[in-house]
């Protein structure tokens, strides 16, 4: 942002490309700042359960704010959106190849998993799988060499290696539908095309088939490469692990987080407990003897509701409508590069919206990140200028 401000004093004027999805963003930082404010009276001063962490929670949207902004406004080339795409997809595969190489050289030093620099193994799959989006874009956009084709499949099978063998039961599920999702957008609309020929439509139902399979393959590929040992022994590990801690400390699982999310929701419809404050609220709602620390509801769609109430549900809903209405209006470019960029955000961002029904990949800054540069993707402007 000072690099922003300094150039802006060198220029002598202000450059910002406008994106109807900064608005929802800037809706619900303001709410943020009002709920945060000491404007009620008795013990608890602010409609926020606890003004600090509203407070930082603030800041951290500001700053994701200036980063969708910053990265919207300069990444607004076809080189540079070439170049940016080359770059996320290079970070995605070297995190994925770390998470694989931990699997298998670096248990002596790490034991937590094979999670590369995630703590979680459902944060290390969800950023994976944002990744695998616009790889699977380029794909089945086929606009480039034969020689890159292949380092694109490369990469799709080391990032589907990754998910599958970080045993993430949601990534794994979000991988499934994206490739489905993926599938389904690579085929225009029969309806609206009544004067294409039917050797044009045999092409593009072959290519969608085509995709559906290569997903298909890289999955399979990955089962195979991996094993799928981990993912089952994972499950199972999981399953027994919930009914023996149940037993012995009294956690609930998110089945149980989430009923009492919805009793918070209930007492706290409109304005919520305030944005960052949910697990100080929550407290007031948990069955439990205290001995389980729940800090999110594990369901960005729950805690967005319980944080910011219906203002907060209504300024995500819309943040979705607009990204996907818009990215399929964007979509609709004849630029075959563009489209497959457009395509490959918009599959990132949906496989992400599917893990967000049971995880909190939203919360977790560098996959936030990774969601707003894919937003801004799928919603560019109208095509400009080539050059960077």
């Not at 401000?5 to 303001?30: D, H, R, S, Y």
């Not at 997809?89 to 995630?118: D, E, H, N, T």
């Not at 998910?163 to 609206?192: D, K, N, Q, W």
């Not at 590929?221 to 994972?234: T, W």
Request: charged share 15%.
């Amino acid at each position: 942002m000072i690099l922003w401000g300094l150039l802006v004093v060198k220029e002598g004027q202000l450059k910002i490309t406008t994106n109807p999805l900064v608005w929802p963003l800037l809706a619900l930082l303001i709410f943020a700042v009002i709920q945060s404010l000491p404007l009620l009276e008795g013990e608890r001063r602010a409609m926020s359960y606890s003004s600090y962490a509203t407070t930082q929670a603030a800041i951290k949207l500001f700053a994701s704010l200036c980063f969708f902004l910053l990265f919207a406004t300069f990444i607004s080339t076809d080189a540079r959106r070439s170049v940016a795409v080359k770059v996320m997809i290079a970070v995605c595969v070297l995190i994925a190849l770390v998470g694989i190489g931990q699997s298998y050289i670096g248990k002596m030093i790490w034991q937590r998993g094979a999670y590369g620099p995630f703590v979680n193994r459902n944060h290390f799959a969800g950023f994976l799988e944002m990744g695998v989006g616009l790889v699977g874009g380029l794909i089945i956009g086929r606009n480039a060499r034969r020689e890159m084709m292949a380092v694109y499949l490369s990469c799709a099978l080391a990032l589907c290696a990754g998910i599958v063998l970080s045993a993430s039961r949601g990534g794994v599920l979000a991988l499934v539908t994206e490739v489905a999702f993926l599938a389904i957008v690579a085929i225009p609309s029969f309806i609206s095309s009544r004067s294409e020929v039917r050797q044009k439509r045999f092409g593009v139902g072959f290519r969608s088939a085509g995709a559906l399979l290569l997903g298909i393959a890289a999955i399979l590929g990955s089962l195979f490469l991996v094993g799928p040992e981990g993912l089952v022994q994972n499950i199972t590990q999981s399953q027994s692990q919930a009914e023996t801690e149940y037993q012995s400390s009294e956690r609930y699982s998110r089945q149980e987080i989430w009923s009492a999310t919805s009793r918070l929701i209930r007492d706290h419809p409109v304005m919520g407990v305030g944005l960052g404050a949910y697990q100080f609220a929550y407290t007031h709602y948990d069955k439990s003897s205290g001995s389980q620390r729940v800090e999110q509801s594990h369901n960005d769609y729950l805690q967005i509701i319980a944080d910011a109430g219906l203002i907060g549900g209504v300024s995500a809903l819309a943040f979705l409508i607009i990204l996907f209405v818009r990215g399929f209006s964007a979509a609709q470019t004849h630029d075959r590069r563009r489209r497959a960029i457009i395509l490959g955000a918009l599959a990132g961002c949906f496989a992400l919206a599917v893990h967000s029904f049971v995880e909190f990949n939203l919360q977790i800054t560098s996959n936030a990140q990774y969601f707003l540069a894919l937003a801004a993707l799928a919603t560019e402007d109208s095509p400009q200028n080539s050059q960077s």
